[in-house]
């Protein structure tokens, strides 16, 4: 639809009206934050002055309270208005980018809703910009022109839209503004999609699409996005959290939301996208630190990435045989019956022994165990027991304690010298009594493999241990034992659990999650066909998960047709994917006859200062492995290149050098995939790593081989 020369001075005059409100509102704020600040300080001085500052007793205390209210409310304002004065001055440079024209049913008015990334009001509390989060707006990125409805608290308001238009604003003046009659208009997603990238992620408000959309609004407590690479899931997941924030702006706070990721790198990739949506952002971890903090027992964890390395070098060390084993269903059911099998009746107990004296029969241990407890999990049995035992030793400490007594005050021992003997006859006493009813997790594992599997497997797992690692796939069923057998973990200030790449979770993994955060509501995104590890076995989510609501994607935006169809056709089974039609260059591929490393550099450094260039500022060089990728670095000084390791945690800019299985989520400008002999993707099983690193192409793709 055209715009007309009337429509374009009145959006002019009205953009600059509301821009001088905001600047007024601007200077209020900046005027109630200096206020605020002086206020604060001021009750500082207050409590410091006239306040208890020796806390004596509990009257004390009392005394002081009415100041600590005082600082606390005005430390509270405080922060309420400088996030209110953040996001003012965020919303200048683009005050919004869309608007709509809305008739309530059996209304006369018809409403003008400008949507932006936050909202405005005058100071009749009047609407001079709505929130893109706000109810109403979804009919922006959801409907054509005509009969609609939107979902609000009070219920569903039916209505006519007669105008969908959208702006490009720089401060107060529209760079340019068109009307669209069906969707989000593709021009501006195409300019937007074709301009060169060299930063962390963006938010999308301006251009998410219907299917987005609707997941990110999803009302269902979980949901899981299953979509092709480049749909925009990691988009759906930040911004998803940011209208979960939003809608329970008075239930949810961004520390009890927190996304599971693939590496720390993308941590950091994705880390500006809410701060960008004026929010507070969430904590951001990986399966392999949650693994962490449970097992932080002076052991080191192998982390998935080194395995696969392992896996992809085929190192002599790796019993594939094993991992194919842990990472199988079947494992885990396995695994779950012998810890049912453990509570009723093969628990390693024996006859507690200390100083010579027969405390507690192995008889009295699982009559306890099996019978008096065993309504308990057996964490909580172990604990009772441990109460009893408690019991059965106090004489025994006791009568130390009176020998030593005795011994001091008739001068057969000395006084310091006697009590550190007695303080370790008393710790071994209470040593011997821990170990007899500790939890001995690693043990217990180690007799399921061979009990249930072989001695070998259960050799191998000690022997790892004993030199102090956990590897990656003994890592998911020791915290599953750990569950099965009652330990808890407090993750309790966790209420909505967002996990991207869920794909490449393990079966237990899953079951992992579902256990530690089961009061919580999810958000799990993944694409199977981006599945890295050939070796897990594919895991049922809704097995799982299962009140969880499937949504499914089926649009590609990031690459260009070229890239997007070229990397669809690779797959054994071609999806139905719609791609978005950018058109750019047919992906290169390029062959050299000989691949000694000078000769690969030469093409590589020729490739990248090409797209360099070109005005590229985002270049991957993506090899199969970590090791192939050390090995070509010095070759490559000549160009300006970083290596990205796992060690990683901050988002590299510019042209970088870096194994496979790092790419997951990011995205660059242009790719060079290596597929030389020395460092060649098995089409087979590595097909789904080939086809991730080969969709991380945004406008160039070439393959060496």
């Known amino acids: 639809m055209s715009i007309t020369e009337k429509d374009k001075i009145f959006e002019q005059k009205r953009l600059h009206e509301v ?47 009415p100041y600590l209210e005082s600082i606390k409310a005005d430390y509270f304002k405080l922060e309420t208005i400088k996030k209110e004065l953040k996001r003012m001055n965020m919303l200048q440079r683009d005050m919004y980018f869309g608007r709509i024209d809305f008739q309530e049913e059996d209304e006369k008015n018809v409403e003008k809703i400008y949507i932006g990334k936050f909202s405005l009001t005058d100071d009749e509390g009047q609407y001079l910009v709505f929130d893109w989060r706000a109810n109403i707006c979804s009919l922006f990125y959801e409907n054509e022109i005509g009969n609609v409805f939107y979902d609000a608290p009070d219920g569903r308001i039916y209505g006519d839209m007669s105008k969908k238009r959208q702006f490009e604003i720089l401060y107060d003046n529209i760079i340019s503004m068109f009307d669209s009659s069906i969707m989000i208009d593709d021009d501006i997603l195409k300019d937007i999609l074709s301009k060169s990238k060299d930063s962390k992620m963006s938010n999308i408000v301006e251009t998410i699409q219907k299917e987005q959309n609707q997941a990110i609004r999803s009302t269902y407590n979980t949901i899981i996005v299953d979509g092709p690479a480049g749909c925009g899931k990691t988009s759906i997941a930040m911004h998803r959290a940011a209208w979960l924030m939003y809608k329970f702006k008075n239930e949810l706070q961004n520390n009890q939301i927190i996304i599971f990721s693939p590496n720390e790198t993308f941590n950091d990739y994705v880390s500006e996208v809410l701060p960008e949506l004026g929010e507070e952002n969430i904590s951001m971890s990986t399966f392999h630190n949650l693994a962490y903090k449970i097992l932080s027992d002076k052991r080191v964890l192998i982390s998935k990435y080194t395995e696969l390395e392992d896996v992809l070098l085929g190192n002599e060390y790796v019993h594939m045989n094993d991992i194919r084993l842990k990472y199988s269903i079947s494992f885990a059911k396995k695994l779950k019956d012998y810890a049912n099998l453990i509570s009723k009746g093969d628990y390693p107990f024996k006859d507690l022994v200390i100083e010579g004296s027969l405390i507690f029969t192995k008889q009295e241990f699982e009559s306890m165990f099996y019978v008096e407890y065993s309504f ?59 170990m007899s009813v500790a939890a001995d997790f690693e043990m217990i594992y180690a007799q399921f493999l061979k009990h249930s599997y072989s001695s070998t497997i259960s050799a191998n797992f000690l022997e790892r241990l004993n030199s102090g690692y956990i590897y990656a796939e003994d890592t998911a069923p020791l915290i599953y034992l750990r569950l099965l057998l009652g330990k808890k973990y407090n993750f309790s200030e966790i209420r909505h659990v967002i996990i991207d790449e869920f794909q490449d979770y393990s079966y237990i993994e899953k079951i992992v999650i579902s256990m530690i955060f089961k009061k919580c509501h999810m958000t799990l995104l993944g694409d199977v066909n981006q599945k890295i590890n050939y070796y897990i076995e594919k895991a049922p989510d809704k097995d799982i998960f299962v009140n969880a609501r499937s949504i499914k994607l089926d649009k590609s935006y990031r690459s260009t047709y070229q890239i997007a169809k070229f990397c669809n056709d690779m797959l054994q089974d071609n999806l139905d994917i719609k791609y978005f039609n950018r058109q750019g260059n047919e992906p290169q591929i390029i062959t050299i006859d000989s691949f000694d490393l000078d000769s690969l550099s030469s093409v590589i450094k020729e490739k990248v200062s090409k797209y360099q260039l070109a005005g590229y500022r985002s270049i991957a060089v993506i090899t199969r492995t970590e090791s192939f990728a050390k090995q070509l670095q010095p070759y490559l000084k000549d160009v300006k290149i970083s290596r990205v390791t796992e060690k990683n945690t901050s988002y590299t800019y510019g042209s970088v050098l870096m194994p496979s299985y790092l790419t997951k989520g990011l995205e660059f400008d242009a790719v060079i995939v290596i597929d030389t002999l020395n460092d060649k993707f098995k089409k087979e099983e590595e097909m789904n790593l080939f086809y991730t690193c080969c969709t991380r192409a945004l406008h160039e793709l070439s393959i060496i081989n």
């Open 376 to 434: 308990n999990d057996v964490i909580t049995r172990l604990a009772k027991i441990r109460l009893v035992l408690n019991e059965r030793i106090f004489p025994i400490i006791r009568n130390l304690r009176i020998e030593y007594v005795k011994k001091v005050k008739s001068g057969e021992i000395d006084m310091s010298e006697g009590y550190i003997k007695l303080k370790e006859k008393c710790r071994r006493i209470y040593e011997a009594v821990d």
């Open 19 to 65: 821009y001088g409100k905001l600047q007024r509102r601007i200077e209020d704020l900046e005027i109630s934050l200096n206020d605020s600040l002086i206020r604060f300080k001021k009750s500082n001085e207050q409590m410091w002055d006239s306040g208890k500052r020796n806390l004596v007793d509990f009257y004390d205390a009392i005394e002081n309270m």
